[in-house]
């Protein structure tokens, strides 16, 4: 070895995870492995990466940051004795760092066997200083940087190390959020270590392109690099993870606001890929880019339709949050209570529909629906009093609230009265902003008023009559469900989720559309609301298909099957991703 490893010790430091070292415990096997975040990388995928990054280049000086057991090292290794490196240069060459010590020793034994060399750092990569500081560390700068970084979820990526990895990647200048994976803030400092003109390969979570949290890593790869190219495989390539990945491809300096997509169905056909082969598709500067996990074809159709025949849903109406009261379940009562303190409508409370979604089944919550709900005493009556002297029933009313703390909550201390929450006026439509299956826009004929479990869209005065209704029934198609997950976010349990400036992005169909699949569509709105409230969501879906997609856009029966699969595509990854982290 160019340089030796450090003495044993007692116990390694994981991404937050405390863990003994002594081999007797057996680390490597599979539970501490992914506890670790460390799954075996498939040698294809490393060669590829390891030759892409070297870029044909003998005097390349590559990286590892999380080395594990030497695949990327080896890799890296025999592609630069295959291009003329001396192997006697090698430990000047290829550098692995990696906290977990008998890996490294494994790593030692493998590069022997092969006749290699490396020089071998035992260290927490985020205690490493990046070239250029006060104090050089034992990394120079590199011209490539490879790896599979440790997968390690917010749940279990805690304490000292979170703090370590977030402020390294903010002297980046990149902030990350408390729920952000271990790799987020490795890949960023590994950035650090790399000449302006050098090369990144790294095998990455698909996640890189969906979620909230990695919203500032995406916005600092257009910032930091000249080209990115993307490989995404249509299968799960690493047997003990359920995680879908994708391979990141990086090079150069000075920012850029396209990247190049490489779509293959696995690891075996990485060799095929050459540079001409990518599709350039452009990037929004914010938000996800899920549209990207989407084939070229579904990517194309998706973006040609939506352009053509589609509008955000702002064009209509802007969506809003509902009311925050500050304490819901104070707040919102039921009939009983509102009876049994003599509250008047319209003097102490106001109506609303209940919080959460789980009453909104069918394309409108209608007066005859609140009725129902007022006598299965849920909660449709919102605190509200209208005047500045409390009725005797309202305060005895208040003098629960009090008992219960309710004035302390932050909402209640910075509004006076307390107990008069800002309530927002009745909507033309609700939007369900939470879901498993997708949002769904409700009509609100009961003209109620809604707390912030949901959103509310109020229509603008150049809306068409009949967007109330219309759109609750029409929104059901293809499109404008892909569109939510593509400019949706992606929560535990797979939930989906579209704050207001999201939701207003949601293409829903132009005016023209809109009518004319109205005009077809309405006969049915009674048979399609039942379908709806007794959970028949496919038999709905499919026939605002045909009538949106087929019958008024005139696509080929291919053309919208390819956007309705496209949907369930996006669909399984993200609950696929659910599914992930109850295995965590």
């Known amino acids: 070895m160019g340089s030796p490893l450090a003495a044993p010790i007692q116990t390694e430091h994981t991404f937050g995870l405390v863990m003994p070292s002594d081999p007797a415990v057996s680390l490597l096997n599979d539970e501490s492995r992914k506890l670790r975040g460390a799954f075996f990388t498939p040698p294809a995928i490393a060669s590829f990466l390891a030759r892409w990054a070297l870029h044909e280049r003998h005097d390349a000086v590559v990286l590892d940051p999380t080395c594990g057991e030497g695949i990327f090292l080896l890799a890296a290794g025999e592609h630069l004795r295959e291009l003329g490196s001396d192997d006697g240069s090698l430990d000047s060459q290829v550098f692995g760092v990696d906290v977990h010590e008998p890996s490294l020793r494994k790593t030692d034994e493998l590069l022997q066997r092969h006749g290699l060399d490396a020089k071998l750092v035992p260290a927490d990569f985020f205690s490493l200083p990046v070239p250029g500081e006060l104090f050089q560390g034992p990394i120079p700068a590199v011209d490539a940087v490879i790896g599979n970084p440790p997968f390690v979820r917010y749940q279990h990526h805690i304490g ?5 990895s977030a402020q390294a990647a903010l002297r980046q200048g990149v902030r990350l959020s408390g729920l952000a994976s271990s790799w987020a803030a490795l890949l ?107 084939n070229r074809a579904q990517l194309q159709l998706f973006r040609s339709v939506a352009s053509a025949h589609f509008v955000g849903l702002s064009e209509y109406g802007a969506p809003e949050l509902g ?19 003599g509250l008047v409508e319209g003097d102490d409370v106001i109506r609303i529909s209940p919080p959460g979604t789980r009453f909104l089944r069918g394309l409108a919550l209608t007066k005859s629906d609140w009725d129902r709900l007022r006598a299965a005493d849920e909660s449709v ?15 005895r009313y208040l003098k629960v609230g009090e008992e219960q703390g309710v004035p302390a909550a932050y909402k209640c201390t910075v509004r006076s009265p307390w107990w008069r929450p800002p309530a927002v006026s009745q909507p033309d439509l609700f939007f369900t902003y939470m879901s498993h299956r997708y949002p769904r826009l409700i009509a609100n004929p009961a003209h109620v008023t809604f707390v912030n479990s949901m959103h509310g869209v109020r229509l603008r005065s150049s809306a068409p009559r009949i967007a109330r209704d219309a759109l609750a029934l029409v929104a059901l198609n293809s499109v404008t469900m892909l569109g939510a997950e593509v400019f949706g976010r992606s929560y535990g349990g797979g939930i989906l989720k579209m704050e207001p400036r999201e939701a207003a992005a949601l293409p829903v169909p132009q005016r023209h559309v809109l009518e004319a699949a109205w005009e077809i569509l309405r006969p049915e709105r009674a048979a ?57």
């Not at 009556?381 to 305060?395: F, I, K």
């Not at 298909?545 to 008024?552: M, W």
């Open 528 to 584: 399609i609301d039942r379908q709806l409230r007794n959970g028949l969501w496919t038999t709905v879906v499919t026939r605002v298909d045909q009538v949106v997609l087929r019958d008024v856009l005139k696509l080929s029966a291919d053309e919208a099957e390819m956007v309705h699969q496209a949907v369930l595509t996006l669909r399984s990854r993200r609950l696929s991703r659910a599914a992930a982290a109850v295995g965590d």
């Open 323 to 341: 009311t925050v009261t500050g304490a819901n379940s104070f707040f919102t009562l039921n009939e009983s209570v509102r009876a049994e303190y």
């Open 160 to 164: 000292a190390a979170r703090r370590a």
């Open 381 to 395: 009556w919102m605190l509200y009093p209208s005047g500045d002297r409390p009725s005797t029933g309202l305060r």
């Open 188 to 294: 960023v400092h590994a950035g650090a270590f790399l000449k302006p003109s050098g090369r990144l390969a790294m095998v990455l979570p698909a996640e890189l392109l969906t979620v909230g949290y990695a919203e500032p890593v995406r916005r600092w790869l257009r910032r930091r690099f000249a080209n990115v190219n993307l490989v995404l495989f249509e299968r799960l390539q690493f047997a003990e993870a359920l995680e879908n990945v994708v391979l990141l491809l990086a090079e150069g300096a000075g920012g850029c606001d396209a990247f190049k997509l490489f779509p293959v169905s696995d690891s075996g056909d990485l060799r095929k890929l050459e540079p001409f082969d990518g599709v350039a598709v452009s990037v929004s500067a914010d938000g996800k880019w899920t549209d990207l996990l989407l």
